[in-house]
């Protein structure tokens, strides 16, 4: 399972890929799909398996413009 981090912002959404590589996740920079109906354009993808430190990630910071996770398979 691969899992979507969709923020508002550019900005957050790099920001919060280079914390998650400095937590030693794998992840990268992709297209937020339209069936997520909100987001910047970008979205931070990292395999599923990861998601608990990358919640923790999350938890750590305050992403204002933090959308929600999308789950794609």
Known sequence: MTVLAVFKSRA???DYLN???GMGIPAQAVSTPKEAG????IS???DG???ERANFVLS?????SFAGFLRTD
């Open 12 to 14: 957050q959404t790099l």
């Open 19 to 21: 914390a998650l590589k």
């Open 38 to 41: 909100v987001g910047c354009g």
């Open 44 to 46: 931070a993808r990292f």
């Open 49 to 51: 398996r990861f998601f």
């Open 60 to 64: 750590k910071k305050c992403y204002s």
